[in-house]
């Protein structure tokens, strides 16, 4: 069996500002096989956005990984220098991210963020680049592609920006796409329309998307297995089904049980119990003890 | 470490104490000038031309910066040329804050007719260079030291009405003062007890920063020669010692330290004003 | 579309030049004593002085007056110097290429320096060469023009006398030169050796005007460089794998610029009102050190004809400043 396209072994990493220490992940494990689409599920302040980060080598300047190792197609990515793993990015890994309208500069116009990645990384030539670009907008339905590359992304309403930042990230036909949070930001419908391209560019392409969410919708709908994370470690994973069928952590359960069911108006509200909560931080804290002895 | 100590500290921030000091320093040179200057500054003695600072070769004790082209102590003209910076200083930069203040306020609270006049009133000043307006108003009215007070407030309340006026147009929107709006209260109290104390920090901010202008505008036009002072102006001692540049660089040289000294010690206060009291910057 | 926002900017500046020439009008004639006595020798008899005064238009009520004057000014009869004794419109136009040249070269010179300071700045942020030129914006904020240019001739005329601290060329030289446009009529005739001694007569004026903006200019680009290195576009275009360098070069920077030429828009007109000083201690011939003549003499004809061009090159230069901040920034050009 082929070695996992991503392999992230005990890695933890901490926030420094000059007052305190925070550690923010405490020992993650995942992989994820090629083709596969796995979620990483979790509430905000989970960790899960620094996951992302640290595959990418885009962490801030105060977080410091301690600790684990991440591994991408049998490389070490931690400790790589700079220009090797610039290399690595957009070529073979790329990223799909939260607020569609921010994550493109304001003042270039779309064809030139499309056509640098393409440039960069394949030396393309300004014609076939430009024809590539129109392929790319096409494949993500965008129609009108000649206009739109003329445009700022100002023009463009949030669900386009959307498909142009996908666009991008398929540009160079990568092994691994980072999605964060990517219909988040997006009205629900426009959401639905969001998944399904990705999920159909995914099947098309064979690529391997962590996908990145609080939504648990979206991970039952999109994802093939899953992740659940909190407070910097994963407490469950396995296939999607399996998981949301009979959940073995009691937070997997909260979760699932947390999420509004609109087939089921009769049901209400259950929030994640706040015992639970404070059991689980008890539990982080001690294997934090745990791992600071040793 | 209570809270009491840690708020002193933060207050007190390096550069307004190195400022605050300068400044202090300065002041008390222009107070006591008559009882601390060793010679009559305008006693001229031309056997005693030219008589370099005491630590270079030539120099003389009893002239501790030397003399000028016509045989007047420097120290004693420095000391005494601080009196009218100090005053232009005080006078020139308060006068120009509450002018700018009072019609930024007026401006940005009362908006509509009012706002639209003194903007324009403010767009109109700032279309000529100040210091053109301040040579200009002086050549018209004629030398001393009202006259240099009312160019520094002519060319200085603009600075402080737009930035006010810019202040309150957002204060005025906030809840507290729709509160006190629907509590009944006057415009001229809503303006001054909820609106003012708002806006101090940065009208003390600018007022130091003013106070360095107003230093340098009374420097200038000494300088051309309109002074504000008959004893001893900065601006004038360095009008003189520009002809005898190469003979007696130090009739220069120590007046133009002295304002740079006063500007930059104004600079380091407003620096300190500010991040004590933006409670952004402190952190 | 940029041309209709040119022209409706243009057509927004006018009230302002109305007040500004009402300021002007209002400033001349408060100066207390008679403007006609002080413009008489002793001799004069009675007619004479009444015959001037309905020259100058004295006769009439103010408003008229006012009138009067606008139309002046539109047409160009700025009136005769009292000092020189020549047309103060032709007096003007004679010196105001010195200024002009002056003004633009302080003007590339902060902004090039500016811009250099505030890139360092950032690329090496936490390291020696990103302090120093930190210190040195720091120490230039302060330091007002007047004093620079006084510290250069200082420094320039006694302790290392390389370049010339005064007068715009050697006199001998004024003949060579058709306009009044020095420098670059040098550079474009071709007559590089006359060229580079304008040029070190420049240099100190130039440097000394140039270096408070070049401190406001690093200052502000560096706050908006960092503010615009927190987007989000940010992150997308490291992940597409380029180096810091081109990041900041090809996506901050154009992003930053966007507020930092608002507000170092604000300064360039106290660049230009600055050449009033700087030319008079580098007696550097151009309008600025003609005012200092006027002022002395009261010369009121020429101190009118200097303000008012000084107000039109003001109200002229703000209005560039905001249609290059149309030009820069995508979302103002639809609206």
């Known amino acids: 069996m082929s070695p996992p396209l991503l392999e992230i072994s005990n890695l933890r990493l901490e926030i420094r500002s000059p007052a305190r220490i925070s550690p923010i992940l405490r020992g993650i494990n995942l992989s994820l096989l090629r083709g596969q689409i796995r979620g990483l599920v979790g509430e905000s302040g989970g960790g899960k956005t620094m996951v992302g980060k640290a595959i990418m080598g885009l962490l801030p300047a105060n977080a410091k990984i301690t600790a684990g190792s991440i591994r991408f197609d049998d490389q070490e990515l931690i400790g790589m220098p700079d220009s090797m793993h610039r290399r690595l990015l957009g070529r073979r890994i790329s990223m799909i991210l939260q607020q569609p309208s921010s994550a493109l500069n304001p003042v270039l116009r779309i064809e030139t963020q499309m056509v640098d990645v393409l440039r960069r990384h394949m030396g393309l030539g300004r014609a076939v680049s430009r024809r590539r670009a129109l392929e790319l907008l096409d494949a993500v339905q965008i129609r009108a592609p000649d206009k739109v590359l003329r445009q700022f992304p100002h023009e463009l309403s949030g669900g386009m920006c959307q498909r142009v930042v996908i666009a991008i990230a398929f540009a160079l036909e990568p092994s691994l796409i980072i999605a964060d949070e990517p219909t988040t930001a997006l009205d629900v419908t426009i959401q639905f329309q969001i998944l399904k391209l990705i999920r159909d560019l995914q099947r098309k392409t064979g690529v391997g998307v962590l996908f990145i969410t609080h939504d648990l919708g979206v991970v039952a709908k999109l994802c093939d297995e899953v992740s659940v994370i909190f407070g910097g470690r994963i407490l469950e994973e396995g296939s999607a089904e399996a998981v949301f069928a009979s959940p073995s952590h009691p937070y997997t359960s909260a979760l699932i049980a947390a999420s509004p069911r609109h087939d089921q108006p009769e049901r209400g509200l259950h929030p994640i119990p706040p015992e639970l909560i404070a059991r689980l931080w008890e539990e982080t804290a001690f294997s934090d003890r745990e791992y600071a002895d040793a | 470490m209570n809270a009491a100590v840690l708020a002193v500290r933060n207050f007190v921030s390096a550069r307004l104490v190195v400022g605050g000091a300068a400044l202090a320093f300065l002041i008390l040179l222009a107070i006591t000038a008559p009882w601390i200057s060793p010679h009559d500054p305008l006693e001229q003695d031309f056997l005693l031309q030219y008589v370099p600072p005491y630590w270079l070769a030539g120099g003389n004790p009893a002239f501790p910066l030397g003399t000028d082209n016509l045989g007047r102590d420097i120290l004693s003209r420095f000391i005494w040329g601080a009196r009218p910076a100090m005053e232009v200083m005080v006078l020139g930069a308060s006068f120009s804050c509450i002018f700018g203040v009072s019609a930024g306020l007026l401006a940005g609270y009362l908006g509509g007719r009012t706002d639209s006049i003194v903007s324009r009133t403010i767009d109109v000043f700032m279309s000529f260079p100040p210091i053109l307006l301040a040579i200009v108003l002086v050549a018209l009215v004629g030398p001393g030291l009202g006259t240099v007070i009312m160019a520094v407030v002519l060319i200085g309340w603009t600075r402080f009405a737009r930035v006010i006026r810019g202040e309150v147009l957002v204060l005025r929107e906030q809840d507290y003062v729709t509160a006190a709006r629907l509590l009944g209260y006057s415009p001229g109290r809503i303006v001054f007890r909820e609106l003012l104390p708002n806006v101090l920090p940065i009208i003390l901010a600018l007022l130091s920063l003013e106070m360095g202008h107003a230093i340098v505008v009374e420097a200038v036009l000494a300088f051309i020669g309109f002074s504000s002072s008959e004893v001893a102006t900065w601006g004038g001692i360095i009008a003189d010692g520009r002809n005898y540049l190469n003979q007696a660089w130090w009739i220069m040289a120590f007046p133009m330290l002295a304002i740079l000294t006063a500007v930059m010690a104004l600079s380091f206060v407003a620096d300190g004003l500010r991040s004590a009291t933006d409670p952004v910057v402190r952190r | ?335």
Not at chain 3, 133 to 146: G, H, K, S
């Open chain 3, 1 to 335: 579309m940029p041309i209709a926002y040119l022209l409706r900017r243009i057509a927004l500046a006018g009230p302002t030049l109305l007040g500004a020439a009402l300021f002007v009008f209002v400033l001349i004639r408060i100066a207390p004593g008679d403007p006609i006595a002080m413009m008489v020798t002793g001799e004069a008899t009675p007619e004479d002085i009444a015959k001037l005064r309905a020259v100058y238009g004295l006769h009439h009520s103010i408003p008229v007056q006012f009138l009067i004057f606008l139309r002046d000014i539109a047409t160009g009869n700025f009136g005769t110097s009292i000092s020189l004794h020549q047309d103060v419109l032709s007096l003007v136009f004679e010196r105001l290429p010195a200024t002009l040249e002056l003004a633009v070269a302080a003007m590339l010179l902060s902004m090039v320096c500016g811009l250099t300071f505030a890139l360092v700045s950032v690329y090496w942020r936490g390291r020696w060469p990103a302090a120093v030129v930190d210190a040195i914006a720091a120490a230039a904020l302060a330091v007002p023009e007047f004093l620079w240019a006084l510290l250069l001739i200082l420094l320039f005329g006694v302790a290392i006398p390389w370049l010339p601290i005064s007068g715009r060329i050697e006199p001998e030289n004024i003949a060579e030169f058709h306009t009044q446009f020095y420098l670059v009529e040098s550079v474009l005739t071709g007559r590089f050796a006359l060229a580079g001694e304008v040029l070190a007569h420049l240099v100190l004026p130039a440097l000394a005007l140039a270096l408070p903006l070049t401190a406001v200019i690093a200052r502000v680009l560096k706050s908006s460089l960092l503010q615009a290195a927190d987007q989000e576009y940010v992150l997308l275009a490291r992940a597409k794998g380029f180096e810091p360098g081109y990041v900041l070069w090809h996506h901050l920077l154009p992003n930053a610029l966007i507020p930092a030429v608002t507000i170092s828009g604000m300064h360039f007109t106290l660049l230009l009102g600055g050449t009033v000083l700087v030319e008079l201690i580098f007696s550097y011939p151009g309008i600025g050190n003609m005012l200092y003549g006027a002022a002395i003499n009261r010369d009121l004809p020429l101190i009118q004809g200097i303000t008012i061009v000084f107000a039109v090159m003001f109200i002229f230069m703000n209005i560039l400043i905001d249609c290059s901040y149309a030009l820069i920034n995508p979302r103002v050009r639809q609206g």
